[in-house]
């Protein structure tokens, strides 16, 4: 298995973010697809991407791809298949699916048909009949698309955002994943100064600071694959050790968070102390329209309210309009705003230099972007731009 095709999901709109990742991590040959980024690998990449990935939802092994327009074809294609090279024969292997404008509609049928294809091929392997499935979980997904079937194992297991600092829960969170893309979005870097005005539990700016410090985002958590015998054990620790001695620990940063809220203040500094970086965030209680900052050249990164409901449309528009005034006298900075309500720029009072589509969960919202000017070049080390 020296060469193995790995896909990293993506939410839409995130997938250049998610390739520029993966290039970033030394895989250059990486390919944008919808909803998807696919490149050419080794085992030690599993366990890499893994950890570093910030924007992507999953890293999957691809299995195969095939054209299937009957269950024979299915069932004889993904039979023939090398799936015990991967998955022991105690393994734990269930069969997701979807199916998109295909002959083979019928996901429960696919998922199945694949899940008897994968035994028989196990069959012939390990000489055996039955097998107890209760070793390492391998969740295998069949995707149909237009008839292609694209077949996969999940490396991931839960979800990439959960990155294992967010243990409590507040009104509509914002995916750590998509946090961490407005931020990749952004031109802020970790010598200037960024204030998210709105920032509830905490999100941004603890994705900000982790990003600020190189700190790899799966550093505290575990992975499905971490117990496949496929993938040694000294893989993962060398992964491990290589993101510790890549975090640059003595950076300064200049984060700072905002909201009206107490309670979710508080889940946002708890969060923060989970996830190592509460010394590089300050948290303050205050209204948008109190916003002030003698620093210049800084980002406003923020997901506001949408006003998703009728009755608190007149206040999230009031929000928009005070927003606007409160950033306007901030001259040389930059903002970055989050949001699906379609006159946000009319409510702000500004039009936005460049805008991008991105979806927050379903919800098909506009990443607002507004340049400030670029800041002035520094001559000497530790030089500011307050």
């Given at each position: 298995?020296?060469?193995?095709?790995?896909?990293?999901?993506?939410?839409?709109?995130l997938?250049?973010?998610?390739?520029?990742?993966?290039?970033?991590?030394?895989?250059?040959?990486?390919?944008?697809?919808?909803?998807?980024?696919?490149?050419?690998?080794?085992?030690?990449?599993?366990?890499r991407?893994?950890?570093?990935l910030?924007?992507?939802?999953?890293?999957?092994?691809?299995?195969?791809?095939?054209?299937?327009?009957?269950?024979?074809?299915?069932f004889?294609?993904?039979?023939?298949?090398?799936?015990?090279?991967?998955?022991?024969e105690?393994?734990?292997?269930?069969?997701?699916?979807?199916s998109?404008?295909?002959?083979?509609?019928?996901?429960?049928?696919?998922?199945?048909?694949?899940?008897?294809?994968?035994?028989?091929?196990?069959?012939?392997?390990?000489?055996?009949?039955?097998?107890?499935?209760?070793?390492?979980?391998?969740?295998?997904?069949?995707?149909?698309?237009?008839?292609?079937?694209?077949?996969?194992?999940?490396?991931?297991?839960?979800?990439?955002?959960?990155?294992?600092y967010?243990?409590?829960?507040?009104?509509?969170?914002?995916?750590?994943?998509?946090?961490?893309?407005?931020v990749?979005?952004?031109?802020?870097?970790?010598?200037?100064?960024?204030?998210?005005?709105?920032?509830?539990?905490?999100?941004?700016?603890?994705?900000?600071?982790?990003?600020?410090?190189?700190?790899?985002?799966?550093?505290?958590?575990?992975f499905?694959?971490?117990?496949w015998?496929?993938?040694?054990?000294?893989?993962?620790?060398?992964?491990?050790e290589?993101?510790?001695?890549?975090?640059?620990?003595?950076?300064?940063?200049?984060?700072?968070?905002?909201?009206?809220?107490?309670?979710?203040?508080?889940?946002?500094?708890?969060?923060?102390?989970?996830?190592?970086?509460?010394?590089?965030?300050?948290?303050?209680?205050?209204?948008?329209a109190?916003?002030k900052?003698?620093?210049?050249?800084?980002?406003?990164?923020?997901?506001?309210?949408?006003?998703?409901?009728?009755?608190?449309?007149?206040?999230?528009?009031r929000?928009?309009?005070?927003?606007?005034?409160?950033?306007?006298?901030?001259?040389?900075?930059?903002?970055?705003?989050?949001?699906?309500h379609?006159?946000?720029?009319?409510?702000?009072?500004?039009?936005?230099?460049r805008?991008r589509?991105?979806?927050?969960?379903?919800?098909?919202?506009?990443?607002?972007?507004?340049?400030?000017?670029?800041?002035?070049?520094?001559?000497?080390?530790?030089?500011?731009?307050?």
């Amino acid at each position: 298995m020296s060469r193995i095709e790995l896909i990293a999901t993506a939410t839409f709109g995130l997938e250049a973010v998610v390739a520029r990742e993966v290039k970033a991590l030394g895989y250059p040959d990486a390919r944008v697809e919808n909803a998807r980024v696919s490149f050419l690998a080794d085992e030690l990449a599993i366990c890499r991407t893994n950890l570093w990935l910030r924007s992507a939802d999953r890293v999957l092994v691809k299995m195969g791809e095939f054209t299937a327009l009957t269950f024979d074809e299915l069932f004889e294609k993904t039979k023939a298949l090398p799936w015990p090279d991967w998955i022991p024969e105690n393994a734990e292997f269930p069969v997701e699916g979807k199916s998109i404008r295909s002959k083979l509609y019928s996901v429960p049928d696919c998922q199945a048909i694949v899940k008897k294809a994968v035994v028989e091929s196990m069959k012939r392997r390990y000489r055996r009949q039955w097998f107890a499935e209760d070793g390492p979980r391998y969740t295998i997904e069949v995707a149909l698309l237009k008839d292609t079937v694209t077949l996969t194992i999940d490396t991931s297991g839960p979800g990439l955002h959960k990155r294992g600092y967010r243990t409590l829960t507040s009104a509509a969170p914002l995916k750590e994943t998509l946090a961490a893309a407005m931020v990749s979005l952004s031109y802020w870097e970790p010598e200037r100064v960024l204030i998210d005005p709105l920032c509830g539990s905490g999100t941004i700016p603890i994705e900000a600071a982790l990003i600020g410090l190189n700190r790899a985002p799966g550093l505290s958590r575990g992975f499905a694959a971490e117990k496949w015998p496929a993938i040694p054990a000294r893989l993962w620790k060398k992964s491990r050790e290589e993101a510790q001695d890549l975090m640059r620990r003595d950076q300064s940063l200049q984060i700072r968070g905002t909201d009206l809220d107490d309670k979710v203040l508080g889940m946002a500094r708890y969060h923060a102390r989970q996830a190592g970086v509460e010394k590089m965030i300050h948290w303050q209680r205050m209204p948008v329209a109190d916003l002030k900052s003698p620093h210049r050249y800084g980002c406003i990164i923020c997901n506001p309210p949408y006003g998703q409901r009728l009755e608190e449309l007149p206040e999230v528009e009031r929000l928009y309009r005070e927003m606007g005034q409160a950033f306007k006298p901030l001259d040389t900075w930059s903002f970055y705003v989050l949001t699906s309500h379609p006159e946000f720029e009319r409510l702000f009072g500004r039009r936005a230099d460049r805008k991008r589509k991105l979806y927050n969960g379903r919800i098909e919202c506009s990443y607002y972007q507004f340049y400030g000017p670029r800041p002035p070049r520094r001559d000497k080390p530790g030089e500011s731009d307050e």
